[in-house]
């Protein structure tokens, strides 16, 4: 049976000290309450004593929030602790996490102490904690740089003292994780009480292994690990709330988290945007390219199995969906794949040559979009089944619209009437009796191309046939042509149509 890892999201606390990505009150309410929806067990929601603002922030979130413990950070001071307590008195589950620097620089440089003061300090600030609230975490700030059995004597007197979590920050970033692995290890085995607290990891992205060196604590023992949305915080940032989870739910490891990670792109999105601070495109698990596939070995494998070249399903994060970017990379099977989603189904000898001026153009652009396709294959198509010969509507309130439609259809011209609920909807019903086709209609898009009571609207339609989609595109002045332009552009490009020249009536 797999054992509970323990999230502790400190967003609110550690996150909000990047600059110019402080929030107000009512904003860590908000994601506060969606932190609780994604499933994280302790919401760090300030520290109290810094300014009016994290005290407000401390208690309004203690009371907008119901399952997650809410935490309140604190140094080892008497007056800290007393306003961490005053703020989480309508917490329904409180922590106070109260801690100070273990390693020789902290001790020497920071404090001026000794060692053997600095662990009085510790304990005396972990009872005093214990005065007010049951549970206290206690932070042993730089323990990656701190000597081994110094560390161990710190953790042990400080559960001793009530300590029921215990923090072991690589506070600078410095850890490789082989060695942090073997720092939670020593820990575990030397420290007489451990089975009385949960050892917690809280690790730093100087050097880029905040991620790496948290999943080394937990498979060496630690059972918490503290994280940011975003891997956002101090410096390079924190450990990635996105990546424990994933990595957890992705291997095959004996743990498990009550991360819904179908919410995380969400919260994700709101994070970065309530705090100003965009998403680098390559992060991973939530960055835009993170699902994006532009090497055309990568895309091919990718279209004959999605698990070649994707680990995680988008959907599993809540991600929009997989992408195939065009650009002078790509092969002929992503070039296929974009021209079928755009309702074009080329043979082979017309997509190799349809390929040779797609790269001509890749090699002109950044990357290739659906209008370049359009215009690339308009001129490879053959000859229309189908053209306009004359559009006619009568329609307002409170007669139905009546279209009358002529068109070539396979050479001979027909004309057809219909009325419907609206003049678009007359008309397609008109070109339907036409055609003697069954279609289905999927989607029906306006856009404007520029501004004024003159614009001329781009209109897109995807219809369905035969388990295939196929879209269709047409522009003008007049929404209601556009939208026949639209509609027989897309029916154009469906090769029974192409067939049906003995079902043509006159």
């Not at 680098?280 to 532009?294: C, L």
Request: proline share 3%.
């Amino acid at each position: 049976m797999s054992e509970k890892i323990h999230i502790f999201d400190t967003t609110l606390r550690d996150g909000e000290q990047v600059p110019g990505c402080q929030l107000d009150t009512s904003e860590k309410v908000i994601i506060a309450r969606q932190l609780e929806l994604l499933g994280v067990d302790v919401i760090e929601a300030g520290f109290p004593i810094s300014s009016p603002g994290d005290f407000r922030s401390v208690v309004e979130i203690s009371k907008a929030v119901t399952h997650p413990i809410i935490c309140a950070l604190t140094r080892s001071v008497q007056k800290d602790i007393d306003v961490a307590a005053e703020a989480l008195k309508y917490a329904k589950r409180g922590r106070i996490h109260t801690g100070i620097g273990v390693s020789d620089y902290h001790v020497k440089y920071k404090f001026n102490a000794t060692r053997e003061e600095i662990i009085e300090r510790a304990v005396a600030a972990v009872k005093y904690a214990r005065n007010y609230i049951d549970d206290v975490e206690f932070f042993a700030e730089d323990a990656g740089r701190a000597d081994n059995v110094y560390l161990a004597q710190v953790v042990e007197a400080v559960i001793a003292a009530g300590a029921t979590v215990v923090n072991i920050p690589d506070t600078t970033g410095y850890c490789l994780p082989a060695d942090y692995a073997a720092k939670i290890r020593f820990l575990k085995e030397n420290v007489s009480n451990i089975d009385q607290a949960i050892i917690s990891v809280h690790c730093h992205n100087d050097l880029g292994m905040a991620t790496a060196n948290s999943i080394a604590g937990i498979q060496n023992g630690a059972r918490q690990v503290e994280v940011t949305m975003n891997g956002i915080g101090e410096r390079a940032g924190n450990t990635s709330l996105e990546e424990v989870a994933m990595i957890i739910k992705t291997h095959d490891m004996p743990f498990h988290t009550d991360i819904q990670s179908n919410k995380i792109y969400h919260l994700s999105q709101m994070v970065s945007r309530m705090m100003n601070m965009p998403i680098q495109p390559n992060k991973a698990i939530v960055g835009r390219n993170a699902y994006a596939h532009s090497s055309g070995i990568h895309q091919d494998g990718f279209l004959k199995n999605r698990e070649n070249y994707e680990i995680i399903a988008p959907e599993d994060v809540g991600f929009p969906d997989s992408s195939i970017i065009l650009t002078a990379r790509s092969g002929k099977a992503a070039l296929r794949h974009h021209l079928e989603r755009l309702g074009y189904y080329p043979e082979q000898k017309v997509l190799v040559e349809v390929y040779e001026r797609f790269l001509v153009m890749a090699d002109a652009k950044k990357d290739v979009c659906d209008e370049d396709l359009i215009e690339l294959m308009e001129g490879t198509e053959q000859e229309s089944v189908i053209d306009i010969l004359h559009v006619q509507v009568v329609c307002g309130q409170p007669i139905h619209a009546v279209a009358t439609v002529e068109l070539l259809y396979n050479g001979i011209a027909i004309r057809e009437s219909a009325t419907g609920n609206g003049p678009i909807n007359a008309i397609i019903k008109a070109i339907d009796k036409i055609i003697n086709e069954k279609v289905g209609f999927e989607e029906f898009l306006v856009q404007s191309m520029s501004k004024g009571s003159d614009d001329a609207g781009r209109i897109q339609v995807a219809l369905s046939h035969e388990g295939k989609n196929y879209q269709g595109f047409g522009v003008d002045e007049d929404v209601v042509m556009g939208s026949v332009k639209a509609y027989v552009n897309a029916l154009n490009k469906i090769p029974a149509l192409k067939r049906n020249k003995q079902t043509a009536r006159a």
